[in-house]
């Protein structure tokens, strides 16, 4: 008794049930295990309780007045908070058939009425458990993600600071060797972006989640947490940062490119620009769709209304004109 008492100190149970008898016992049994109980006599009420109350946990009957447990199971994913809540039915036996439909609807579990106090307490207590369990795994992966990218951004920004420092002092001691410098940091621009690596392993990451997300085994409220840590790896702002590189890196190989497109196409926005920029250095539709943060759909449709813009035709290819472009300035300079 004890030790049941320590494993759910704090935790709040909710407890939506009609008939009086059964709810007083409930209350009673899980009092004594040293849980604090919330009650309520009808559905409606619950759900009042379930917003205001915040519970780890509840239990709700299926065949109620007004609002019956299906309903309010449903009302309950529309509001649930950052974690979801862990949902037990309280059945009686002439209700068994509409348990396998409490289980499609989200539920995490059923008990059947008459019940046992060991039927109640193991499935209260292992409930909570699990839930708190995987809250602290998510919560330890989102915290290491968050920290890897914190410590790579440092050394990026790092990084910028030291070759702009650097490419400052050398122009200003000789132009000469600044342009001397500037042709062996081209070599570096061949490297993809760094924080590629970063947007890769994310992206990783949400394939795996995505995956997991297929399974047919898993709860409707593991598919909840699922998707939460994808939607928060989507919203990193890794990307905000990776312009300053970009451009820095861009223009060290291209240094004139981005005049000599202004040149040969007016009213370029600077979307636009750097969109081409991206395919002259290489980058593929996943990556682009990474790095500006948009569906690899999308980046074929910017693609097809940049090549409308520069007066192409819908066979002609966009990669080759883009390199012919290039490969065209190098030649008029040659020439001068």
């Known amino acids: 008794m004890l030790k049941a008492k320590s494993m759910s100190t704090m935790k709040k149970v909710l407890v939506i049930e009609d008939e009086e008898l059964i ?3 409930i209350i009673h049994i899980l ?3 040293g849980y604090i109980v919330f009650y309520a006599s009808n559905g409606q009420k619950g759900l009042e309780l379930a917003k205001k109350m915040h519970p780890d946990l509840i239990l709700c009957d299926i065949m109620m007045p007004k609002i019956d447990g299906f309903q309010v199971l449903e009302k309950m994913k529309r509001f649930r908070s950052e974690f979801p809540t862990p949902f037990i039915f309280l059945s009686g036996l002439s209700e068994r058939e509409n348990l396998r439909h409490g289980m499609e609807l989200g539920a995490d579990d059923y008990i059947t009425k008459p019940f046992s106090r060991e039927e109640l307490i193991n499935a209260v207590s292992s409930r909570i458990q699990k839930y708190a369990e995987l809250k602290r795994l998510i919560e330890k992966k989102i915290s290491d993600i968050e920290e890897q990218l914190e410590n790579k951004l440092r050394d990026l920004k790092q990084e910028v600071e030291e070759k702009n420092s650097s490419i400052l002092h050398i122009a200003v001691k000789n132009e000469l060797l600044d342009q001397n410098l500037q042709e062996k940091e081209i070599e570096l621009a061949k490297e993809k972006i760094s924080s590629i690596e970063i947007n890769n392993a994310l992206q990783n990451l949400k394939n795996i989640i995505s995956k ?5 085994t898993l709860s409707e409220e593991a598919k909840i947490i699922l998707t939460e840590i994808k939607n928060r790896i989507k919203k990193n702002k890794i990307l905000c940062n990776n312009w300053t590189i970009f451009q820095l890196k ?3 190989k291209y240094p004139d490119f981005i ?3 202004n040149n040969h196409v007016a009213g370029l926005t600077q979307y636009e620009m750097i969109f081409i920029s991206a395919h002259l250095m290489g980058f593929h539709t996943n990556q682009l769709a990474e790095l500006f943060n948009i569906t690899e759909d999308s980046v074929r449709k910017s693609r097809y209304r940049l090549k409308k813009k520069l007066g192409l035709k819908k066979e002609d290819d966009f990669l080759q004109f883009i390199h012919q472009l290039n490969i065209q300035k190098n030649i ?3 020439a001068t």
């Open 212 to 216: 997991e997300l297929g399974n047919s």
């Open 332 to 334: 008029n300079e040659f």
């Open 259 to 261: 005049s000599n497109l």
């Open 31 to 33: 009092n004594q295990e």
């Open 250 to 252: 861009f223009n060290q």
């Open 23 to 25: 709810r007083k016992s």
